[in-house]
């Protein structure tokens, strides 16, 4: 069994920036894909970004360019840098683990809510 944990939400003016940690135990990080996604109030949760154990990476149309995917093998932590925040970039973020990315995650974190005020 793995755990996810995120960390670094918070309230931010648009045009901010902010960096998410995700922190996973087990033996996973090695070989899953971990990825980003976020869930707005009343929508539907979406993929944000994904990276591969290789670094390869992934986005969403609406952060390219302004976010971005890493990862830290050795801390088995993926990060998420979100800069030129706007305010449609609110919503609760969720780290996730997936051995085959066709398919729904694996493993989700418990989220952390980011709030951009305009």
């Known amino acids: 069994q793995a755990q996810l944990v995120e960390s670094g939400g918070g309230l931010v003016q648009a045009g901010g920036s902010l960096r998410l940690s995700c922190a996973a135990s087990g033996s996973i990080f090695s070989t899953y894909f971990m990825g980003w996604y976020r869930q707005a109030p009343g929508k539907q949760r979406e993929l944000v970004a994904r990276i591969t154990s290789s670094g390869s990476t992934i986005y969403a149309d609406s952060v390219k360019g302004r976010f971005t995917i890493s990862r830290d093998n050795a801390k088995s932590t993926v990060y998420l840098q979100m800069n030129s925040l706007k305010p449609e970039d609110t919503a609760v973020y969720f780290c996730?683990?997936?051995?085959?990315?066709?398919?729904?995650?694996?493993?989700w974190g418990q989220g952390t809510q980011v709030t951009v005020s305009s």
């Open positions: 996730s683990a997936t051995i085959n990315p066709v398919l729904r995650p694996n493993y």
